[in-house]
């Protein structure tokens, strides 16, 4: 068993259909996790020990990336992101760029 491992939603989802959860009820825990590690993300990134250590803007762009890659999910209404205000902040939003590619 790996110590630190990254979330799975597919087994979320396979978790919740057998526990015979709703899919609002689903879409609002995921939301709920998804939202939490972008926070956690950015306030520990925010702090000034990992500011002093030299980790903070990488974590905090971390959890930029993160919160701009799920956007597209929120937008189709199948999550609900709770962040921080600032992490929002247009001179954080303009530094990075998101492509798509075409299928």
Request: overall charge negative; cysteine-free.
């Amino acid at each position: 068993m790996a110590l630190l491992s990254f979330p799975n939603p597919v087994e979320f989802y396979e978790s919740a259909k057998n526990a015979n959860l709703e899919r609002d009820e689903v879409n609002a825990f995921v939301s709920m996790f998804y939202s939490a590690q972008i926070s956690f993300l950015w306030r520990s990134g925010a702090s000034k020990l990992a500011q002093w250590i030299g980790e903070g803007k990488a974590l905090q762009d971390a959890a930029t990336a993160m919160y701009l890659s799920l956007e597209s999910l929120e937008k189709k209404g199948f999550l609900n992101l709770t962040v921080p205000q600032d992490l929002l902040a247009a001179d954080n939003l303009s530094k990075f760029e998101t492509s798509y590619k075409e299928k």
